[in-house]
């Protein structure tokens, strides 16, 4: 099973910089990585800035597509309008709850970060002590193997025209 992982930082700058921390935690095999992303929303910016973690991209990773819609999702819901409501209801079904999303959408705001990572494997004792030194609030769902399987086939189709 894998876990969807929101990390929220109080700053702009939080989320880079707990980022080494887990990398550093993958290299020990302390958590494995199938992919991630971060979200950097400078004070006085409407909307915030996205990247993927290329680096960290293994067989097992999501596409651009599923981060583009995410964050689509997460922050442009009122310029996008009904298209997106039926997005919300795609990725419920794929284990990414609505209160996942509002949770989200609620506490990464202008000042503020996010690192999301998709991950399994981890040593959590070891991973929360590694991570107790950087400030975050924790959102979090976990997706059944089923559910895992259903959100990759529904973004695969992005690497196949590659």
Known sequence: MATLTALEFPTAGGADAA??????????????IHDGAIVTWPEG????????LNDMKSAGALSGAFWGMLFGLL???PILGAAMGALAGAFTDVG?????????REKVTPGTSALFL??????TDRVLEAMSKHEFELVATNLSGEQEAQLREAFEHEHEGV
């Open 19 to 32: 980022l080494s921390t887990v990398q550093e935690l993958s290299t020990q095999n302390l958590i494995k």
């Open 45 to 52: 910016k409407k909307k915030p800035k996205t990247r993927e």
């Open 75 to 77: 922050f442009f819901i």
């Open 96 to 104: 990414i709850s609505n209160e996942f999303i509002a949770k989200v």
């Open 118 to 123: 998709l991950t399994s494997d981890a040593v």
